[in-house]
């Protein structure tokens, strides 16, 4: 069946690999007495990536398989030996791809990551957990032989929805049983079902057409629509999609009123109707009539009307038959230089994006952030991913990794900012699975390696004021 070739819509869940443990190790060799600390630092884990592929057609491969891990780095090791990364896992979907980020609670769609739209488009959807950092960092003034080192960072999970929208220059839409499958069969090598019943197609259909001077485009064949399919009757929803990224639209119009003796100009007006009712811009989208079977008796007079309301929303006009191929020339000739001249204005328009650094700015925001929540009389909730990613790397078994995590919550101003939203003495703070006694600023006396800046947000309020 044609629906088990074919998937434009799923969800998967992706996780990036682990980062490797950083290494507590010091250096034993003979006549080289406190030769000092040199553990390596751990592997960072591999990424989930998903890169364009013009190659596929769908996005069968994840319609059973749903979850994806990328390798974990390995650890650290003494003699400065750093841990190997994890290799990255590449997904391949279609062109056209829009990956959206589900809410973990409601798993609706939460945001647009990215829009894969070019051969080659890659785009990290899952980082990889960094590489825990080796004793040899945490050397200082105070501290010259650090018996600590963190460990790998956990890489996070989460579900992402995977939409793909074809990518064709052209569409032919319409009712259903107008003559589309059999226009672009007659057009281009493409093979569709074709039958004298509706909704013979139940999937769109790719074909590529060409003149006979060599121009060429791509049209689909986009399952026929009806009444109502803006608002998802008749699998509305899942064939306009195709649509939007069409250049050109077809619409194809049985001039003969098919099996239902419909009135050709009623159904004209009604796919316009439901293509301005699903998305706004269809209404603007360059659109070419196309009246099929003119080959048929008493079809003159349903063409003229048809010819006068397409002529009047400013659309051309042609009268074919997949039957005869009468017309057809014409109708790609024309199609083909459309589609060059659109072709030109999108080129020129199209901005240059790089997805990998706008989806690593954004996460570099919400990981900097520091939201401050009040649970309960005397407890706070601190949550945040910078934030967490220091308690998860914290050896809890090592008193002296321990005591250098308090000094970089001091470093980052994180007492202050508890005080600031009311936390006392003896209030009982909470990071993940974690719980801290506060025992308020006691300032820090330790030199951090790398500079860090938070933003902190306010439980009940849309204010958002920098952290230290």
């Known amino acids: 069946m044609p629906t088990a070739t074919f998937t434009d819509l799923c969800r998967i869940n992706v996780r990036g690999g682990d980062g490797g443990a950083g290494c507590m190790s010091f250096r034993r060799e003979a006549f080289v007495p406190k030769g ?3 553990g390596g630092d751990g592997g960072n884990g591999g990424s989930v990536v998903l890169e364009a592929d013009p190659q596929l057609s769908s996005l069968i491969d994840f319609r059973y398989k749903h979850h994806f ?37 409601t798993m609706q769609p939460a945001f647009d990551i990215c829009d894969l739209t070019h051969a080659g488009d890659r785009v990290v959807v899952a980082p990889g957990g960094m590489g825990g ?72 259909n790719l074909g590529v057409a060409r003149t006979r001077t060599g121009e060429s485009f791509v049209v689909a064949d986009v399952p026929g629509l009806i009444e109502g399919a803006s608002e998802g009757r008749g699998l509305g929803h899942e064939f306009l999609r195709h649509i939007e990224r069409t250049a050109l639209i077809l619409h194809v119009v049985d001039l003969t009123g098919g099996f239902e003796n419909r009135d050709p100009l009623a159904d004209y007006r009604t ?66 230089a459309r589609v060059a001249e659109l072709r030109r204005e999108i080129a020129s328009d199209a901005p240059t994006v790089d997805f990998n650094a706008t ?67 003896g209030d009982e703070v909470r990071i993940l699975g974690f719980a801290f006694s506060y025992d308020g600023d006691e300032g820090a006396d330790d030199v951090m390696e790398e500079p860090e800046a938070f933003v902190v947000e306010e439980e009940g309020s849309d204010e958002v004021e920098e952290g230290l």
């Open 271 to 336: 796919i316009n109707e439901e293509l301005a009712a699903y998305a706004s811009e269809l209404a603007d989208r360059p659109q070419i009539v196309v009246g099929n079977k003119c080959d048929m008796p008493g079809s003159d007079v349903a063409s003229m009307f048809v010819r006068e309301s397409a002529e009047a929303d400013g659309r051309p006009y042609f009268e074919v038959s997949a039957v005869t191929g009468e017309g057809l020339d014409e109708l790609v000739v024309a199609c083909a």
């Open 69 to 105: 891990r990328a390798e974990r780095g390995t650890h650290g090791k003494g003699a400065r030996r750093h841990g190997r990364a994890g290799d990255d896992l590449v997904l391949h979907v279609p062109l056209g791809t829009v990956v959206r980020e589900l809410d973990a609670s």
């Open 133 to 204: 950092r080796g004793n040899i960092h945490f050397v200082s003034s105070v501290r010259r032989a650090p018996a600590f080192a963190e460990k790998g960072e956990p890489a996070i999970e989460h579900w992402i929805e995977l939409e793909m929208k074809l990518m064709a220059d052209a569409a032919l839409v319409g009712m259903p049983s107008v003559g589309k499958s059999s226009i672009i069969a007659r057009i281009s090598a493409a093979r569709p079902k074709i039958a004298d019943y509706p909704f013979t197609t139940l999937v769109p």
């Open 359 to 425: 989806v690593e700015r954004e996460r570099l925001r919400r990981d900097q952030r520091i939201s401050i929540t009040r649970e309960e009389r005397g407890v706070w909730r601190v949550s945040g991913g910078a934030v967490e990613r220091m308690v998860v790397q914290t050896d809890w078994e090592n008193e002296e990794a321990v005591s250098f995590l308090q000094r970089r919550f001091d470093r980052i101003g994180l007492d202050d900012l508890l005080a600031k939203h009311g936390c006392v003495q």
């Open 36 to 38: 000092g600390p040199d």
